[in-house]
């Protein structure tokens, strides 16, 4: 039998969003960071994006979408990179 290495990846994903306000961002930061798989999450506010660092075993970009549009907000990826 061959032994079997897995290598654990995380992905970074970068979302456009109609976010336009503190107040939307802090809305984000709290609830997109308890999503199941959520590493790491960077709202900016001016730049209206959303950084989320994911471990894709537990969670993918659709989920993450759908979790933002679930909050009233506009999401499409703009970057996806596999960072670890």
Not at 39 to 54: H, I, R
């Amino acid at each position: 039998m061959r032994n079997l290495m897995i290598i654990l990846a995380l992905v970074q994903v970068v979302f456009a969003t109609s976010i336009h306000c503190a107040n939307c961002g802090k809305k984000v930061q709290e609830n997109i960071a308890f999503e199941k798989g959520v590493k790491d999450l960077k709202v900016d506010v001016p730049g209206k994006t959303v950084t989320v660092t994911f471990n894709p075993a537990k969670t993918d970009t659709l989920k993450l979408k759908a979790a933002l549009n679930k909050l009233g907000y506009s999401a499409e990826v703009v970057d996806y990179k596999v960072i670890k």
